[in-house]
């Protein structure tokens, strides 16, 4: 529910905000930045990119329609457009913890996957810098690797044999249905089938932004080894 004074709060004494929308509805979004333009004159959104072939922008649906409320906000903004999410793949960590086998539905997708250190890293001179806004900047993983080679990574970072069995695309959508609603699973089903035929791109703004290569998926893993870990270890 929609809670004005929330906001208020969170926002006492700042010139700039940070926006990262729960949701996969833009419902009710309106209303919060709204409220939000009346405490701050800056906002830096975490958005969503389009990576394959020469798309560019954002991805269509909830991303892009909050980026076009931000536009005719009364406040200037800047967008951090995130590929996907290393973060995203700790939806394995169960597996991996119980046993060596990971289910997927479509081990050959591809995805140019960004650390989360990485978006902070574009988020703080967005915030800080307002010689940004009005700017989109794409965050990415510095390589484009497949779902299957994900999982062989975190199996050598953790020195454990770990294999990919294929789960079929029926059972992916009815198990993420459960969690994200069936409207959601069916996008996301249909775009990892995509990214077979057409992987996703590598974007070069964290290192033209901050002066270094973008972390690699190797080195998310290596942060997260804890998460993936038996018990018994």
Do not use: C
Request: charged share 25%.
């Amino acid at each position: 529910m929609f809670r004005p004074d929330t906001i208020a709060a969170a926002a006492a004494e700042a010139d700039a905000a940070f926006l990262l929308w729960p949701g996969y509805s833009a419902d009710g979004a309106a209303q919060v930045i709204a409220e939000l333009s009346h405490h701050v004159s800056h906002v830096v959104y975490l958005s969503a990119a389009r990576l394959q072939r020469d798309e560019d922008g954002p991805m269509p649906g909830v991303w892009e329609e909050i980026e076009a409320i931000l536009r005719r906000a009364p406040i200037t903004w800047t967008f951090i457009r995130g590929g996907g999410f290393a973060a995203n793949t700790l939806e394995w960590a169960e597996q991996i913890r119980s046993g060596v086998v990971v289910r997927m539905p479509y081990p050959e997708a591809a995805r140019s996957l960004v650390h989360e250190h990485d978006v902070a890293d574009l988020a703080v001179p967005a915030l800080l810098d307002r010689a940004r806004a009005g700017r989109a900047y794409v965050a990415t993983g510095p390589e484009t690797l497949t779902q299957q080679d994900q999982v062989r990574i975190i199996g050598d970072v953790l020195g454990r044999p770990l294999r990919v069995e294929r789960q079929s695309p029926d059972q992916a959508e009815a198990e993420l249905a459960e969690s994200a609603g069936k409207a959601f699973a069916q996008q996301a089903l249909a775009y990892w089938a995509g990214l077979v035929r057409d992987p996703e791109r590598v974007s070069t703004d964290v290192q033209d932004i901050t002066g270094r290569p973008a972390r690699s998926y190797a080195q998310w893993v290596s942060d997260h080894a804890s998460d993936f870990a038996s018990p018994s270890t």
